[in-house]
């Protein structure tokens, strides 16, 4: 856009030389229209354009001026229109000229249209026009012509610029100037009007621009007071877009130095169902010799929308640098509010830094974020495609005080399962870690969390990951790609108490105990459904003096012990009342497709050894699973005084059913059948003792 308004002050300042030259010659030759071939062919032949005029009027007393009409410049080497204009008037005083002052009482044009074009090789349609431009004009006496005009008149100016090598068009229409007097030392003022259309990025916009100028050509000063700037329109998919400025401005050619103060600057625009709010104060700003700085600059911003409502104020002190880097301190207060979440807000103060060379932005702060104390580091490598990189701590975080409300069970089966989107990993890269000294996260307490963050090529790496949670601690990783998506977790919790763990994780008190259990698995789906039906790996399960809830398996044996005489089964539903004590409880699992498969269960207790095999099926969250429990020889324990007789005994007992509604089933008539067996054997070893104390007697009888 800089390059946009150089290219259209030049054409506007060539057209206008162009018209005042062809005046200033007209002038001196008395008959201008007798003269126009010779005009044409001078510009044919310094220039290579073709020139086209309409008829010339003129004027001499008390000024000097003329009118041209239909003032018509081709491109190079080309019959192809560059600019032209409808009507251009210039009117010049007498008398100054003999004292070599050059004092134009006006300049008016209208309807002028100017087309510039860069090409793909770079080069642009005027770069011919402008092989002398910015040269000082000097006469063989080494002194300057004096520079001083009545007023500037340009209106229904037109300008279109198209870049061949990025496709980019933008459009100046309807374009107005009006200024007062410029001359050196002369305070004057103006006013600017212009509509600009353009497609990279994509814009419509209507501009007034308005104040006071001054100027010195000799000590090369130019000034802009009480700047007023106002533009409306759209821009970057930003509609509604308004956008005033004021302030002063000023430059000094000598020192290049350019200053501004009292610049304020407040936007308002919407973007999608947002409104978007921001206002720019900046008291005092200077740029010298390469370097810039400034006292302070306070910029407040608004979003609101969407039931979201979010407002920042960011104060910049002491401002140092260049254009290529610069360094500044930063307070900034932060308040925002999401649908059905509690409000956040953040007092932060700190620093940043930004070195356009090396396309880097540091920053560091520290401060309270919703009512933690966060201190972080924060940086990004790259501007096309940024790496980020940074380092954080928090005393303590509660995540779900930031997550909606969970939707009760009727409202979640209202519509299909929405799919998992994690499309923000694919342009995502940073590296990082991460300590929270005390965090709530999916209702899980941990404290002392370390994790180790790295994100590329559309996956999200954890490791290490590491905390202390539930009277133990946990270690491994975790890694989730966006191209499926896929999760691999392997994790090792030791010491762990896993009665509140399951509580808080997953909501169910069916387990204590307080060991070891390691998970390696991995999944792929686009739904929470899809990935719990196609988890795949490994579980181990390693506790010690705990208890399954939900069924006492001693009470349940006693029952039986009266309904020996029985046959069938007896199904009874889990109450969490009840538990069955042990003292050490090991299991592993296969895991395919979504179920857990068992076959070395082994639970002990001063009663009872249960061992046994089958599934836990994670994608339809129910059990079918067939343990076997055998009444070992101790009187201790649960009941065990009264479970004498059928020591030795196997009793089957199956778990079948949801989650939410397991069901026991024990087989009372493997369990008669056991007790026969039991019988049966006894009765055969009764049987074998006595034959072999008859059969000792007859041998003594005969060898007597």
Excluded: C
Excluded at 292 to 306: I, M, P, S, V
């Amino acid at each position: 856009m800089k390059k946009i308004l150089k290219y259209l002050l030049w054409t506007v300042l060539g057209v206008v030389v162009l018209a005042v030259a062809v005046v200033a010659y007209v002038a001196a030759t008395f008959d201008p229209n007798d003269y126009k071939p010779q005009i044409i062919k001078l510009v044919k032949e310094q220039k290579r354009r073709d020139l086209q005029l309409g008829d010339i009027q003129l004027t001499f007393f008390p000024s000097i001026g003329a009118e041209v009409s239909q003032l018509v410049l081709s491109e190079r080497d080309s019959s192809k229109e560059f600019a032209a204009a409808q009507h251009a008037r210039v009117e010049l005083q007498l008398l100054p000229l003999f004292s070599k002052q050059a004092v134009v009482d006006a300049v008016e044009l209208d309807g002028v249209r100017v087309a510039l074009v860069r090409r793909k090789d770079g080069s642009t349609n005027i770069d011919d026009l402008l092989g002398k431009g910015g040269q000082a004009v000097a006469q063989e006496g080494g002194g300057k012509v004096g520079f001083d005009i009545g007023h500037v008149a340009i209106s229904d100016l037109s300008f279109t610029y198209r870049d061949e090598q990025s496709g980019a068009k933008y459009e100046l229409a309807h374009a107005s100037l009006k200024t007062g007097r410029i001359a050196s030392g002369v305070p004057g003022e103006m006013e600017l009007s212009l509509a600009v259309q353009g497609n990279q990025p994509k814009l419509a916009l209507d501009i007034q621009v308005g104040g006071r100028y001054t100027f010195d050509l000799d000590g090369q000063r130019y000034g802009l007071r009480d700047l007023k700037l106002e533009v409306k329109g759209e821009a970057a998919g930003i509609t509604d877009l308004v956008l005033d400025a004021s302030g002063n401005l000023d430059f000094n050619g000598q020192s290049s130095e350019f200053s501004a103060a009292g610049m304020n600057v407040a936007f308002s625009g919407k973007r999608g169902g947002d409104n978007l709010l921001a206002k720019l104060d900046a008291p005092k700003l200077s740029f010298a010799h390469g370097q810039f700085g400034g006292d302070k600059a306070t910029l407040n911003l608004e979003l609101d929308g969407g039931g979201r409502a979010v407002a920042a104020n960011l104060v910049l002190t002491d401002v140092a640098g260049s254009m290529q880097a610069f360094r500044t301190a930063l307070v900034l207060k932060l308040s925002a509010t999401l649908p059905d979440a509690p409000t956040v807000s953040g007092d932060m103060r700190g620093s940043l830094a930004v070195d356009r060379a090396k396309e880097s932005v540091q920053a560091s702060f520290a401060g309270t974020l919703m009512e933690s104390q966060v201190r972080a580091k924060v940086g990004m490598n790259g501007f096309t495609q940024p790496v980020y990189n940074f380092d954080l701590d928090i005393d303590k975080l509660d995540v779900d005080r930031l997550l909606p409300p969970k939707k009760a069970a009727t409202q979640a089966k209202a519509g299909p399962e929405q799919p998992l989107d994690l499309s923000a990993l694919k342009g995502l890269n940073a590296n990082g870690n991460l300590r929270i000294a005390a965090l709530m996260a999916a209702n899980i307490q941990a404290s002392q969390v370390k994790v180790g963050i790295k994100a590329a090529n559309g996956m999200l790496v954890l490791s290490p990951l590491s905390a202390t949670l539930y009277q133990g601690t946990l270690n491994g990783s975790a890694t989730v790609s966006a191209a499926g998506p896929r999760i691999a977790l392997k994790q090792d919790l030791a010491g762990v108490s896993i009665a509140p763990l399951l509580k808080d994780v997953a909501g169910k008190d069916v387990l204590e105990g307080k060991g070891r259990i390691a998970l390696d698995v991995t999944t792929q789906g686009a739904t929470v459904t899809q990935m719990k039906k196609a988890l795949n790996g490994s579980l181990s399960v390693n506790l010690a003096d705990g208890a399954i809830k939900g069924i006492n398996l001693a009470a349940t044996l006693r029952s039986a012990k009266a309904n020996l005489g029985g046959k069938g089964e007896q199904t009874q539903a889990a109450n969490t009342a009840e538990k069955t004590d042990f003292s050490e409880l090991k299991a592993s699992f296969a895991i395919r497709n979504g179920v857990a498969h068992n076959e070395d269960l082994s639970l002990k207790s001063p009663l009872l050894r249960v061992g046994g095999n089958g599934d836990i099926n994670v994608g339809e969250d129910s059990i079918n699973y067939l343990a076997k429990a055998t009444v070992v020889a101790t009187a201790a324990g649960q009941g065990g005084a009264e479970l004498a007789q059928l020591k030795g005994m196997t009793i089957p007992v199956r778990v079948m059913g949801p989650y939410t509604a397991l069901q026991y089933k024990i087989d009372f008539g493997a369990m008669v059948g056991e007790v026969a067996k039991q019988k049966v054997e006894e009765k055969k070893e009764e049987l074998k003792s006595r034959l072999q104390e008859e059969l000792k007697s007859g041998l003594k009888g005969l060898f007597r």
